[in-house]
Each structure stands twice: as C-alpha cells, then as structure tokens.
C-alpha cells in the first residue's frame, strides 16, 4: 500500500487586528485587550491575527510593515484608544500630519511633521465604515462614524497602513482602515465593558468581510 501524504491544512486568510500600548499615564490600553481577546478566533472562514504596537511615532509603523510582511493579510483594522469618545468609531480619513499634544512613549513629541515625507495629504479608509456601522447598530453596540483620527500615534499608524497598502506591491487589494475605542470603565467616563468592545470589534470584522466591495449608502456624516 502506497503511503498517504499527509493532506497539509489549507492555511485560512488572515485578518490583522493590530492594538496599541498604554499611554498618557494609563495602565491599561482596551484597544489591546480586546484584539487580544479575538487572537484565534475565526470569523467568515478568516483566522484573526492579533498584535500589539508600540504607542511611539516611527517604531509603531516599524512594527506595522512587519506585520503586514509576515502575516500578508486579507484585511487590517489598526484600533486604539479614544478617551472621551462614547462610541467605536469608525474612521473614514487618515492625514498626513504629526501633531502631538503629549509626548508617546518614547518621549517624541512631532510637532506639524509629515507623516510620509511627499505623501498625499490624505487617504480614506478602504474599509466599509457604513457597513460596520449599521452592524453594529443592529447588535445594540454603540458606534459613530469619526471624521478625524486625531494628529497623534493613531492617527501616524491609519496614515502609514493606508500608505503602505497604496504603495506595496502585492498590497493593492488588502483592505485596510482604523477604529478608534473608548475607555474601559476603570479609566474615566465615558466608558465601555470590554467585552462590548470586544463584541463590537467582532462584529465590525464580520460586516467588513461580508461587503466584499464598495459600502452601503447611509447617513452618518457629521454638521460639525
Ligand atoms: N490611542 C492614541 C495612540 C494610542 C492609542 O491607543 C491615539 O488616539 O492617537
């Protein structure tokens, strides 16, 4: 009897979900703990990778490419921390400019500095930020549609994912965007359950995987 090769499993395509350190004085950062959360989990036949960033401008994106490298990703959606903010937000532009109110981890504190020397002057997400935000509001979970990722590390990784996937060989099809989160219940008000925000994240990655092209026509635009 001829020995049967062992049949290698077909490796699912991966979903990154990228969290950041603390930062500011904090001792937790929920963008981390609820990516973590979702490490492993497979969602619509995509197995979710999930990695930590440094909260530093520079090494942040350092540790972003490699990622992306290694693990060569269907979709990416980079989450930090908004304190202040009620909602996951869904961010629809990242700019190129470095403008940092407090200093990051590493001390850096850019002031009015390119993200990307020479860069456009912007990228919109390439996720369906409609899509997700309907999803969520069927599940209950409150998110919002965010105009502005702010100028500080978050801001410095949605510009740099975006640039590298326009810019990449091979990375022209990844879709790729960022989500902002609130604050956990220990660290101040307004705040969110980790597990809603995990819960949230979730179904946010099953919205983005399920619109496979383009995103639904809804209102959720912002007067001011
Ligand atoms: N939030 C910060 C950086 C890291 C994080 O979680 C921001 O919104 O820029």
Redesign the pocket.
């Known amino acids: 009897m001829p020995r049967l090769k062992a049949t290698p499993r077909p490796t699912l395509p991966a979903v990154l979900l990228t ?3 603390p ?1 500011g004085g904090d001792a937790v ?1 929920p ?1 981390w703990l609820a990516v973590q959360a979702l490490h492993g989990r497979r969602i619509l036949g995509h197995r979710i990778i999930a990695a930590r960033l440094p ?1 530093v401008f520079g090494d942040s994106l350092i540790a972003l490419r490699a990622l992306l490298r290694e693990h060569r990703p269907a979709l990416v959606i980079c989450v ?3 304190g202040g903010r009620t909602a996951l937000s869904m961010e629809r532009v990242a700019i190129n400019v470095d403008d940092a109110r407090i200093p990051d981890n590493a001390a850096r504190q850019p002031i009015d500095a390119p993200v990307v020397p020479g860069a456009p002057a912007a990228y919109f997400s390439t996720l369906p930020i409609k899509a997700m935000h309907a999803a969520l509001q069927r599940a209950g979970i409150p998110g919002e549609v965010s105009q502005t ?2 100028t ?5 990784v949605f510009f740099g994912l975006m640039h590298l996937l326009a810019t990449q060989r091979g990375m022209r099809k990844v879709r790729g965007g960022f989500v ?1 989160v609130p604050w956990l219940p220990e660290q101040g008000v307004p705040s969110l359950p980790l597990a809603v925000i995990t819960e949230g994240l979730a179904i946010a990655v099953r919205a983005a995987l399920r619109q496979t092209s383009g995103d639904q026509a809804l209102g959720a635009g912002a007067t001011h």
Do not use: L
Not at 152 to 156: A, G, L
């Open positions: 969290g950041f350190d930062f950062n963008s909260t930090g921390q908004a990722a702010g500080f590390v978050c801001n410095h902002h």
